[in-house]
């Protein structure tokens, strides 16, 4: 493209989204042209992007879904990961100090967030965006709609930063970067922590930081507030309570005391929490009660076991970090204090 030196020469190759033979693709070209996104560099982006069947079939297998709490926890409360993270706030630890000063967020938080996602930056994804977002804006059976405001974002983001957007690799759903942003959020809340004037999280885990902290204040993280309370319950989780929901405190405490479920410290009885049960390695049920943090974390994805993983992830974290720094590190405490949970 003449004037657009950032763009690489296409080899030849099929087109499996070209403008001139899909008239949805042609439309969305149309629209982001007169948002003043270049068209020739548009139509040129589009006949880069492939289908690509794979990203369809991953879209229904994600481990929240197919996983019990005990398993789905392993993936992500290992030894390395709760020690990568601890280095990772000690090595960046002014971004993390200043990134709580300015939104409240914990570093332990933070991080909590980023190890699970890219485990602090390390597995950003193999899928080139422009293909995974591409093929689910046009080909998925029933979030098309929700893909093309996606690509259409994620397309807004390469021509202003001047990214080639063919080169740029993330999830098979098109999450980006050490947070793994999904392109609205990515527009919405990634901010340029270091001041180098681009909001960069593909590459600068210092604009990371920043963003996943603003990204929390944004949602209303509450500093110093508690992300979930221990509870005690039946053996089987009583089926007149409503489990595990993703949403706002919506069951007050008092309704699960009369139901068996009671915290296991004192708790305003009118205080709406979101009640937890959690299976275990030997088949028992752990009973919490989720915070107004805890609901402000499954934003970030709606699932209560990713809430929970990164809850853990950052309390490991935390004492990993604490027993670092005070010269206790291979005295196994907080390895031992992660693991046991899932015993038998």
Not at 241 to 249: H, I, L, S
């Amino acid at each position: 493209m003449v004037g657009l030196p950032w763009m690489v020469p296409l080899a030849a190759q099929a087109q499996d989204f070209d403008p001139a033979g899909m008239p949805k693709v042609q439309a969305m070209v149309e629209r982001l042209a007169g948002q003043g996104i270049d068209r020739g560099w548009l139509n040129h982006a589009m006949g880069e992007a492939h289908y690509q069947a794979s990203v369809i079939e991953a879209m229904s297998g994600a481990a929240e879904y197919n996983l019990t709490w005990h398993k789905y926890r392993d993936i992500f409360l290992g030894e390395e990961r709760i020690q990568e993270g601890a280095d990772f706030i000690a090595e960046h630890r002014d971004a993390f100090e200043r990134a709580q000063a300015r939104y409240g967020v914990p570093p332990e938080i933070i991080a909590g967030i980023l190890g699970v996602e890219t485990r602090y930056g390390q597995i950003t994804g193999k899928h080139r965006v422009l293909d995974s977002l591409s093929t689910l804006a046009f080909h998925h059976p029933s979030r098309g709609k929700f893909f093309l405001g996606e690509l259409e974002a994620f397309l807004t983001i390469a021509y202003q930063q001047h990214v080639d957007p063919g080169e740029l690799k993330g999830s098979y759903a098109g999450a980006m970067g050490y947070p793994q942003f999904i392109p609205t959020s990515y527009q919405a809340y990634a901010v340029d922590f270091d001041g180098d004037g681009q909001r960069n999280l593909w590459t600068d885990p210092v604009d990371a930081i920043g963003s996943v902290a603003n990204y929390f204040a944004e949602h209303r993280w509450q500093p110093g507030g508690t992300i979930y309370w221990e509870a005690e319950g039946p053996a089987t989780p009583p089926a007149s309570v409503d489990f595990n929901q993703a949403k706002a405190p919506y069951v007050s405490v008092a309704e699960l005391a009369a139901k068996g479920v009671h915290p296991q410290e004192a708790i305003a009885a009118d205080r709406r929490v979101i009640p937890l049960a959690l299976e275990m390695a030997d088949g028992s049920t752990k009973y919490r009660l989720g915070g107004d943090n805890f609901y402000v974390i499954t934003r970030y994805n709606h699932s209560h076991f990713y809430a929970m993983a990164v809850t853990e992830l950052s309390e490991a974290i935390a004492l990993a970090l604490e027993q670092q720094e005070s010269g206790e590190m291979g005295k196994g405490g907080w390895l031992d204090a992660t693991v046991k949970e899932t015993a038998p």
